[in-house]
């Protein structure tokens, strides 16, 4: 924490206190005093809100290159409330003989829930290395976003095959009459039964080559 300094003046630190209530450590803290300078310096402490607050050695002198403590502890954490600003100030007024010199240094005492719920300071953002800047194409980034569709080759039905090769069958084979073979004792074929393998077998080529 950094020292608040006036030249010929006692140096306080910190400058800001800070008391959580979920971390009663933090409820009991330390103000350090010092005398940089060549003469014998008298302080006094007081407060905006003296009841919230116990301090040990509150008023006092601190010699030439000498340092002392003040123990503050905090008396009404329990009484915290979130919607409001629980914030005192203290202020210490520095003393050569019976007459005071300089500013009072201000000290503000602040009390918090936790330091969880402190905001923070939101760091910039920073393009990567090797990251490029471009413009994104709304048609585009809408196109990478479906998915892709491949057209792949559509291959027959094995039924389909099936089928054509009993027509072809039935279209060589005699029909009922002609000449004698060695199937025509257990198939008879007639006019009608041609007519019709050939009208399936033609619907069959249209599809195949629809597809």
């Known amino acids: ?4 300094s006036i030249p010929e003046m006692l140096r306080v630190s910190p400058t800001k206190l800070e008391f959580f209530v979920d971390d009663r450590k933090s409820h009991n803290t330390v103000l350090k005093v010092s ?3 060549t003469n014998l310096l008298r302080y006094k402490l007081t407060c905006t ?3 919230n607050y116990m301090v040990e050695n509150g008023e006092g002198q601190v010699k030439s290159g000498g340092c002392i403590f003040i123990r503050i502890h905090h008396l009404k954490v329990a009484m915290f409330k979130k919607n409001q600003k629980n914030e005192d100030c203290f202020r210490m007024e520095v003393y050569k003989g019976t ?3 300089g500013k009072p240094t201000t000290i503000v005492a602040e009390l918090l829930y936790s330091k969880d719920t402190q905001p923070r300071e939101q760091l910039p953002f920073q393009l990567l290395p090797g990251s490029t800047k471009t413009q994104a ?3 585009s980034s809408t196109a990478s976003n479906e998915p892709i569709q491949v057209d792949t080759p559509k291959r027959p039905s094995l039924l389909y095959v099936y089928i054509g090769i009993v027509c072809l069958a039935v279209l060589y084979l005699p029909i009922d ?3 004698p073979s060695f199937l025509s004792n257990y198939i008879k074929l007639e006019n009608s ?3 019709i ?4 077998l033609g619907m069959i080529t249209v599809v195949l080559f629809r597809q």
């Open 35 to 37: 005398n940089p300078t």
């Open 177 to 179: 009459g002609e000449t």
């Open 49 to 51: 809100a003296s009841d």
């Open 193 to 195: 039964h041609k007519l």
């Open 137 to 139: 194409d709304p048609a």
């Open 197 to 200: 393998a050939a009208y399936v």
């Open 99 to 101: 007459t005071r010199i």
């Open 1 to 4: 924490m950094m020292s608040h």
